[in-house]
C-alpha cells in the first residue's frame, strides 16, 4: 500500500517508479480522488462546527426572547443534520475508492533495482559450485523419478494434473529435506519455529498483498478462508495492526508448511514434472525489522537461503530481479537458481525480496523508535529457505547415477534413518 501524502508530494516520481514495473501514470487520477475527499471532509468539519455554533446560539436567542432567531437557527440545525450523513457517506465512498486503488498498486521498485520488462532484464550477481560433469547422460527428474518412487500418475488419479503421490525413500527423502531445512534455520540462522494456520482469512492475503489483485492464483474453501500459497500470509499477518517495541526487533520467524497455488497466472508452464505444483512444501522465512535494517536483514536472509543449498552442495547462481520481474509486494528481490543437469539450466529455487513498509501499510502494523512519541511502520521481508519440492528435483538430478540410483546428500544422512541411496522401488 502507499502513502497518499507521497503521491501528493511527487505525483511525477511515484509514477516515473511505476513505469519501471511497466504501470501507466495514475498519480493524477489518485490525487483527484484525494482532492475530493479532503473538500468533503472539511465541509463536514466546517457544517458540524457550525451546527454547534448554532446550537449553542439557539439557547441564547431564546434567552434573549428573540422566537424568530431561535426559529431561524433551529431550521438552520435541522437542514445541517439533513446534509451530513451524505457528506459522511460520499466521504466512505471516496476513501474506499482510493484504498481500493491504492491497494492494486505495485510496490516502487528500490533505486538499484536493474531496469528491465522480464526475466531477460535480471542480473547476475555470484555463482557458488560448478556443476557436475556426467559420464552418462544426465536425466531429468520427470525421467529418473518415477522408477524411485516419484509417482505423477497415482497423484493425478487422486487428485488431478499437478499432484504427486511420493513413495518408500522418495516420500522419506521429501520429508528429510524439510525437516534438514527447517532444523538449520532455526539451529543455525536464528529463526523462530512456527507452526501457523494454513487457512486464513481475507484480511490477511490482502495484508501481504495476494488481494484484490491476485485471487485467481489462490484456492478458497466454502467458508470463505484462503488455503495459503505460502507461510508468508500467516508468519507476516502475525504482526497485523500491532505497535511492536523496539526491543523486539528484527523478529525472523520460519515455518515448514504445506502450500497451496492454483497456478493460474502461470498456465502451461512446467506442466511435466515435479517443478510446479498445485499443493508442494516450503520452509519460508519471514522478517519483520526497523526500516534502517531491512537491507542488512535482506543480506542475512539470503545468506540463510544460500546456507541450504551450499550444505547440499547443490551449484547455484544469485540472480537481482529487474523492476518487471519482482513479485508486486516487493521493491527489491534476489532469485537463487539451482543447477539441474537434466534440464541444463539453472532453476529458480528460492526468491527472497524485501518489501519495505508496503505490507506493513495494509496490515497497520508498526513500532515506535526508542525516544520516539510517534509509531513508523515496520519493514517487512519473506522467502523460501527453500521449497523443499524443488530442492528434490536438484538432488534427484544432480546426484542421480548412471544405473538410475540416487546418492543421499551427506547432509541429509541424519534425516534419512541409514537409507544413503534411492533404488527403483520392486
Not at 33 to 46: H, K, P, S, Y
Not at 221 to 246: F, G, H, K, M, Y
Not at 367 to 377: A, R
Amino acid at each position: 500500500m502507499h502513502d497518499i501524502r507521497l503521491i501528493r508530494s511527487d505525483p511525477e516520481a511515484f509514477d516515473a517508479a511505476l513505469a519501471r514495473r511497466g504501470v501507466a501514470p495514475v498519480a493524477a487520477g489518485l490525487v483527484a480522488i484525494d482532492e475530493e475527499r479532503r473538500a468533503v471532509a472539511t465541509r463536514m468539519q466546517e457544517l458540524q462546527s457550525r451546527r454547534n455554533d448554532a446550537s449553542k446560539a439557539i439557547g441564547k436567542a431564546m434567552g434573549q426572547g428573540d422566537s424568530a432567531a431561535a426559529e431561524a437557527l433551529k431550521a438552520e440545525v435541522a437542514e445541517i443534520k439533513q446534509t451530513l450523513p451524505a457528506l459522511e457517506a460520499q466521504d466512505r465512498e471516496l476513501a474506499a475508492q482510493l484504498e481500493d486503488e491504492l491497494a492494486r498498486l505495485p510496490n516502487l521498485p528500490a533505486a538499484d533495482v536493474p531496469e528491465g520488462e522480464d526475466e531477460d532484464g535480471n542480473v547476475e550477481v555470484a555463482r557458488w559450485g560448478s556443476p557436475r560433469e556426467f559420464a552418462f547422460a544426465a536425466k531429468e527428474h520427470a525421467d529418473l523419478g518415477p522408477a524411485l518412487g516419484l509417482d505423477f500418475e497415482t497423484g493425478a488419479m487422486i487428485a488431478g494434473a499437478r499432484f504427486t503421490f511420493l513413495k518408500g525413500a522418495m516420500a522419506r527423502l521429501h520429508r528429510a529435506l524439510g525437516q534438514f531445512m527447517l532444523d538449520r534455520q532455526t539451529g543455525e540462522n536464528g529463526f523462530l519455529e512456527c507452526a501457523p494456520p494454513l487457512l486464513v482469512r481475507d484480511e490477511a492475503v490482502y495484508g501481504t498483498g495476494q488481494l484484490p489483485k491476485f485471487s485467481e492464483d489462490l484456492f478458497r474453501t466454502t467458508d470463505n478462508r484462503w488455503l495459503i500459497p505460502t507461510a508468508e500470509v500467516s508468519l507476516t499477518n502475525a504482526v497485523r495492526e500491532q505497535i511492536l517495541e523496539p526491543a523486539a526487533l528484527p523478529l525472523r520467524m520460519t515455518a515448514l508448511t504445506p502450500c497451496f497455488r492454483s497456478e493460474a497466472g502461470a498456465a502451461g508452464r512446467d506442466t511435466r514434472g515435479f517443478i510446479r505444483q498445485h499443493q508442494f512444501e516450503k520452509v519460508e522465512m519471514v522478517t519483520v525489522c526497523a526500516p534502517e535494517d531491512s537491507a542488512a536483514e535482506h543480506e542475512t536472509m539470503v545468506a540463510a537461503a544460500e546456507s541450504i543449498l551450499q550444505a547440499l552442495e547443490l551449484p547455484y547462481r544469485k540472480m537481482l530481479l529487474c523492476a518487471g520481474d519482482m513479485g508486486a509486494s516487493a521493491r527489491k528481490t534476489f532469485d537463487l537458481e539451482v543447477w539441474l543437469p537434466g534440464q541444463g539450466a539453472y532453476r529458480e529455487i528460492s526468491s527472497i525480496s524485501n518489501c519495505g513498509d508496503f505490507q506493513a501499510r495494509r496490515m497497520g502494523a508498526r513500532y515506535k523508535p526508542e525516544g520516539s512519541k510517534k509509531t513508523e511502520f515496520v519493514h517487512t521481508l519473506n522467502g523460501s529457505g527453500l521449497a523443499v519440492g524443488r530442492t528434490l528435483v536438484a538432488v534427484l538430478e544432480n546426484y542421480q547415477q548412471e544405473d538410475g540410483t540416487v546418492t543421499v546428500p551427506d547432509a541429509l544422512k541424519p534425516w534419512m534413518g541409514g537409507i544413503e541411496r534411492l533404488e527403483p522401488i520392486a
